[in-house]
Nanobody
Framework: QVQLVESGGGLVQAGGSLRLSCAASGDTFSRYAMGWFRQAPGEEREFVAG????????KYGNSVKGRFTISRDNAKNTVYLQMDSLKPEDTAVYYC?????????????????????WGQGTQVTVSS
């Protein structure tokens, strides 16, 4: 079992950048494919980005392609989400998630059902 703790959220102006971090503990981090999701008030949880156990390949939701970058450091048990060119519509609670079922080291999960463990979330607010 793995525990996930997100950090790095906050308030930023439109056009700005933030980097979210998700620290994992409790199990071998490199066993897990990782992902980021977000949920705005009144909306369903949305896939943002995913990364394989090995770090390549990655996958992105259509709304963030070209602006967000997911990466991982298996030595630090951490996955990151670099968010650039932020827009007010990016405002949401961002969740980190771990998928323990991807035995293929290059497989990436992109649906909620594929993920087994979730963090508590970190708020990102983008002002116009």
């Amino acid at each position: 079992q793995v525990q996930l703790v997100e950090s790095g959220g906050g308030l930023v102006q439109a056009g700005g950048s933030l980097r979210l971090s998700c620290a994992a503990s409790g199990d071998t981090f490199s066993r897990y494919a990782m992902g980021w999701f977000r949920q705005a008030p009144g909306e369903e949880r949305e896939f943002v980005a995913g990364i394989s156990r090995s770090g390549i390949p990655t996958k992105y939701g259509n709304s963030v392609k070209g602006r967000f970058t997911i990466s991982r450091d298996n030595a630090k048990n951490t996955v990151y989400l670099q968010m650039d060119s932020l827009k007010p519509e990016d405002t949401a609670v961002y969740y980190c998630a771990a998928d323990m079922k991807k035995f293929n080291p290059i497989a990436v999960a992109s649906t909620i059902a594929e993920y087994d463990y979730w963090g508590q979330g970190t708020q990102v607010t983008v002002s116009s």
